[in-house]
């Protein structure tokens, strides 16, 4: 292809929206309901995993966020991703898989599964600096 920029890296992988998960979620909707109704909708799973968290128990939020960040990869690579390149934090969407890679890289943390957090904190500056830095913002 003339013109293609052969060092540029893996082009970004952008995951589908699913409306009426998000919606349900948006409206209030309790996120284990939308969960157990959408099971491959990440952002139920991260909120799931934040709210177990806040709650003081890391273990059922290393629970939720391993669901969230394993539903997450598949979807990954039903979108065309090859285990690397940038999942962009703008992209509303991804947005459920970086929260879950987080919550996994906190809860492990708090259950001192520390290779485990140094791992997942690599994967997502790798994945998307911007989520990295705005999700280290809001704990």
């Excluded at 959408?38 to 273990?59: I, N």
């Excluded at 996994?104 to 957090?117: F, N, Q």
């Amino acid at each position: 292809m003339p013109g293609e920029n052969l060092l540029s890296g893996p082009p970004e992988t952008l995951l589908p929206d699913d409306p009426a998960a998000r919606e349900a979620l948006e409206s209030g909707i309790d996120p284990a309901t939308v969960a157990a109704a959408h099971p491959a909708y990440s952002p139920a799973w991260a909120a799931l995993a934040d709210r177990a968290f806040a709650a003081g128990d890391p273990v059922t939020s290393y629970a939720f966020a391993r669901t969230g960040y394993h539903r997450g990869l598949d979807q990954l690579r039903r979108a065309g991703w090859r285990g690397q390149g940038p999942i962009p934090w703008a992209h509303e969407p991804n947005r459920g898989f970086l929260r879950s890679l987080n919550a996994l890289g906190r809860a492990a943390e708090a259950i001192g599964e520390t290779d485990e957090a140094t791992r997942c904190a690599q994967f997502l500056r790798d994945s998307s600096e911007e989520a990295a830095a705005a999700l280290s913002a809001t704990e």
